[in-house]
């Protein structure tokens, strides 16, 4: 009896502990872990049955963790992060600046490494590249061959304002007369800067307002296209109009390949002011008829000057006269005075022909003294004023009397003038 009570409790104790067993293989396999003891750890049967662990004690199957705390796949680092290649470095590039404390010697020789490089990378078309080599070899041992390379590079890169300043810079180091290695290559440099010299500058225009309407856009007279232009180095004259706006005119001088924007604000024309109409149609008749009666007073012609010319003439014949005849008037009374004394016929007829003489001399001299008193001393009338429109002609004013008068006279015993002035 006591031996089938101990094969019981040890039959009861087996299967208890598989119990045990099969409870703690579920948790086990949700969690992927490794599968669970076999039975065969549980106490030997060897022990009481009341030593076992009743199969309330076994931990519930709830008890394991879930399957969502393993970790998601989203934490692996993205494939964007990993670093880019480094480029590749060129060893032989020129640097931009001379190295220092380098003896005569080094120089020359950095200088030809330098001018060297500028000639392979010019080849290749870097010219970039070429123009710092070239001016790397330059400030090395300054000459005219780097400059005249360095002015090439710039032309080829298009910077021409810069090219035209590096030809000249090599034109002035190889000297007015250069070496006859440099003399080909001056005359393509003088050549080719005074191209470039002729560079169309670029001018941007800017009208405000942009919308106005026919705008047209003329430089010194000829329609050309904006609002972008090419113009040549120089002064010049914008002018642009435009319908219901003011010609707006704009002086212009650019130098050659120059950039430059202009503004040009054009000012709106006035819009012209309304006068109020004249009444004409109230106007008196009379006040009509008095206007188209009395036109304007026409100018009056200048007075003419008197000439005294005339009386100055015939006053110097007759005082010509006057001599004449006192010369000869003294030749007759000397012949006379000789006649008296030696009473002879040559003495007479001398005495007769002086004296005759003498006579129509004086004669002479009073008609020529008369005329010209006459014309000295009279007025002259004036000749007559165009008449003023409306107005009937003014007659001519007659000549007045003369303001002085001389009459001859003669006597038997001899002759003169008598003469009245009036003042």
Request: glycine share 6%; charged share 20%.
């Amino acid at each position: 009896m006591r031996s089938g009570l101990f094969g019981l409790a040890s039959t009861s104790a087996f299967v208890v502990s598989g119990l045990v067993a099969l409870a703690s293989i579920a948790p086990a396999h949700a969690q992927g872990k490794p599968p669970a003891k076999p039975a065969a750890t549980a106490k030997p049967a060897a022990k009481p049955a009341t030593t076992a662990k009743p199969a309330t004690t076994a931990k519930p199957a709830t008890t394991a963790k879930p399957a969502t705390t393993a970790k998601p796949a989203t934490t692996a680092k993205p494939a964007t992060t990993a670093k880019p290649a480094a480029a590749p470095v060129d060893k032989t590039a020129c640097a931009t600046e001379p190295k220092p404390k380098l003896s005569d010697k080094q120089k020359k020789d950095e200088a030809k490494k330098a001018f060297g490089e500028g000639k392979t990378r010019f080849d290749k078309s870097d010219y970039e590249m070429a123009l710092t080599c070239f001016k790397l070899a330059d400030s090395y041992v300054p000459g005219p061959a780097p400059k005249y390379r360095a002015a090439l590079s710039l032309d080829k890169l298009g910077r021409i304002q810069e090219a035209v300043a590096a030809y000249e810079a090599f034109l002035t180091a190889a000297g007015p007369t250069p070496d006859d290695k440099y003399k080909e290559i001056a005359a393509e440099g003088k050549k080719r800067m005074d191209e470039l010299k002729q560079t169309p500058a670029k001018v941007k225009l800017a009208l405000a307002p942009a919308d106005a309407p026919n705008t047209k856009i003329t430089l010194d007279g000829v329609a050309v296209q904006g609002p972008e232009m090419s113009v040549p180095p120089g002064k010049h004259v914008l002018m642009i109009t435009a319908d219901g706006f003011d010609p707006a005119k704009q002086d212009l001088e650019v130098a050659f390949a120059e950039k430059r924007d202009v503004n040009v604000t054009l000012n709106k024309t006035p819009e012209p002011v309304a006068t109020a109409p004249t009444a004409t149609a109230t106007a008196a008749p009379t006040e009509t008829a008095v206007a188209s009666v009395v036109p304007t007073q026409a100018p009056t012609a200048p007075p003419v000057e008197k000439s005294y010319v005339p009386a100055y003439v015939t006053l110097g014949l007759a005082g010509a006269g006057a001599i004449v005849g006192g010369i000869f008037g003294g030749m007759a009374l000397s012949s006379k005075g000789n006649f008296d004394k030696t009473p002879t016929v040559e003495l007479a007829d001398e005495t007769d022909r002086n004296a005759l003489i003498a006579d129509m001399s004086f004669a002479v001299a009073l008609t020529f003294g008369v005329t010209g008193a006459v014309l000295l001393f009279s007025d002259v009338g004036q000749p007559s004023q165009p008449a003023k429109a409306g107005m009937a002609p003014q007659k001519a004013k007659k000549a007045s009397l003369p303001r002085g008068f001389i009459a001859p006279y003669a006597t038997p015993t001899g002759a003169g003038a008598a003469a009245r002035f009036t003042f």
